[in-house]
């Protein structure tokens, strides 16, 4: 991967860790704003659970992803980064820019 390549990436992630940051704050304040007094009256609690669950799936998964993005950003200087751990080939630039966390190939994501 070349110097530009790297540079490249690395200001793609550092635009999606800002990103991931504010939605994460979002999710946060906003879980904490959950109330059984909703805009077409009262839910029931039921119906808290369940938004609670699906809040906190929402809020694990862009926590996940924002510390997944903020460890890429410390490995793009390493020589290894945008290698596939599995086959160790070059996982390609548009796979990186689309998905700039991954450390496999489509080849091998899915072993």
């Known amino acids: ?3 530009q390549e790297r540079q ?21 304040e906003s879980a904490n704003l959950l109330s059984p007094e909703g ?3 009262r839910f029931s609690l039921r119906d808290m659970i369940k938004m609670k669950s699906a809040d906190e799936r929402e809020l694990r998964a862009a926590r996940g992803r ?25 996982i390609p630039l548009v796979r990186l820019l689309a998905i700039p966390e991954t450390t496999r190939c489509i080849k091998c994501k899915d072993e």
């Open 1 to 3: 991967m070349t110097k």
């Open 8 to 28: 490249r990436l690395a200001k793609k992630i550092t635009t999606e860790i800002n990103t991931f940051k504010k939605v994460v704050a979002v999710m946060e």
């Open 39 to 41: 805009p077409g009256g």
């Open 66 to 90: 924002l510390n997944k993005l903020e460890s890429a950003l410390k490995r793009i200087d390493d020589p290894e980064f945008g290698t596939c751990f599995i086959c160790e080939q070059p």
